[in-house]
Nanobody, 117 residues
């Protein structure tokens, strides 16, 4: 399985970004997917998840500001981010909601999001 994240960048506080993650090499539609983020020196943090039926879940720090969605026809999961804060600065990754379990046994390169104050 390969996951490729994109859409990160530099944005001012209060701005918006939309991240994309394309998954290949597996039947994407059956897997619950999630977005995670990591700051250097800290553990990777769960951001949001979406199951195969489209039900969503969010970490407390992003509730009301981020929206996760998926397009099974395009093997893509999205993360729409609004009202960005400097503390949202991180490398963002996507993976299944059970990362490490086959077939999602590795992480992609992620996409850097930097929010300036």
């Amino acid at each position: 399985v390969q996951v490729v994240e994109s859409g990160g960048g530099l944005v001012q506080s209060g701005g918006s970004l939309r991240l994309s993650c394309v998954v290949s090499g597996t039947i994407f539609s059956v897997y619950a997917m999630g977005w995670y983020r990591q700051v250097p020196g800290k553990q990777r943090e769960y951001v949001a998840g979406i199951n195969s039926s489209g039900h969503t879940n969010y970490g407390d720090s992003v509730k009301g500001r981020f929206t996760i969605s998926r397009n099974n026809a395009e093997n893509t999961v999205y993360l729409q981010m609004y009202s960005l804060k400097p503390e949202d600065t991180a490398v963002y990754y996507c993976n299944s909601l059970t990362p490490g379990e086959p077939p999602f046994t590795s992480w992609g390169l992620g996409t850097q999001v930097t929010v300036s104050s």
